[in-house]
């Protein structure tokens, strides 16, 4: 049984920042991806980032230069440093866990961005 779970999201202003962390448990093979998807009111999920076992990093272009992913396969943890936050970034944070084909998802954290 595989279970991740997020934390650290929550309300900022513009311009500000917020880092979250997942972290996941169970049979968890040493080759994976994990990564970070995000679903705004009335949109579809999209890919905010991943990171490949080997450190490879894929980024939205919505975020390039703003949100750092970064991982410790000790903890089998990944987290997403977002910085420069802007209105758009508000939307629920679903952390990924690829192994072998399978997907699993955390509950999602909510990220507010305003004023």
């Known amino acids: 049984q595989v279970h991740v779970v997020e934390s650290g999201g929550g309300l900022v202003q513009p311009g500000g920042s917020l880092r979250l962390s997942c972290a996941a448990s169970?049979?968890?093979?040493?080759?994976?991806?994990m990564g970070w998807y995000r679903q705004a009111s009335g949109k579809q999920r999209e890919l905010v980032a991943q990171?490949?076992?080997?450190?490879?990093?894929n980024y939205a272009d919505s975020v390039k230069g703003r949100f750092t992913i970064s991982r410790d396969n000790a903890k089998n943890t990944v987290y997403l440093q977002m910085n420069s936050l802007k209105p758009e970034d508000t939307a629920v944070y679903y952390c990924?866990?690829?192994?072998?084909?399978?997907?699993?998802w955390g509950q999602g954290t909510p990220v507010t961005v305003s004023s």
């Open positions: 990924n866990l690829k192994i072998v084909g399978a997907d699993y």
């Open positions: 990171i490949f076992s080997s450190g490879s990093t």
């Open positions: 169970g049979s968890i093979f040493s080759r994976n991806v």
